[in-house]
Nanobody, 125 residues
Framework: QVQLVESGGGLVQAGGSLRLSCAAS????????MAWFRQAPGKERELVAA????????NYADSVKGRFTISRDSAKNTVYLQMNSLKPEDTAVYSC??????????????????WGQGTQVTVSS
């Protein structure tokens, strides 16, 4: 059974940093695209970052380029999202997703095969 479990969310002041983790289990993800989405209250879910596990080629939303970094640790089967220079507008529930045949440029949640439950990130001003 495939599971994606996020952790690392919390409350941080503007300008601070957080690192989110997505522990993946249940299969080998070397042929998958791994992604982080976020959804703020009253807003649509949006793609934050995506990465092809095998090559580490990645794609970022314009709003986070230069501030966020997606990475993976194959030994731990874990994907990370390092978030620096956080802004109040980054406040959202962040969720991990995995898609076998999904392009790293796909911003459609339904294009992914597996999803985590999400972790709350709150950035205070």
């Amino acid at each position: 059974q495939v599971q994606l479990v996020e952790s690392g969310g919390g409350l941080v002041q503007a300008g601070g940093s957080l690192r989110l983790s997505c522990a993946a289990s249940g299969r080998t993800f070397s042929s998958y695209t791994m992604a982080w989405f976020r959804q703020a209250p009253g807003k649509e879910r949006e793609l934050v970052a995506a990465m092809r596990w095998s090559t580490a080629v990645s794609n970022y939303a314009d709003s986070v380029k230069g501030r966020f970094t997606i990475s993976r640790d194959s030994a731990k089967n874990t994907v990370y999202l390092q978030m620096n220079s956080l802004k109040p507008e980054d406040t959202a529930v962040y969720s991990c997703a995995a898609g076998r045949d999904t392009s790293i440029y796909s911003s459609t949640w339904s294009a992914y095969d597996y999803w985590g439950q999400g972790t709350q990130v709150t950035v205070s001003s």
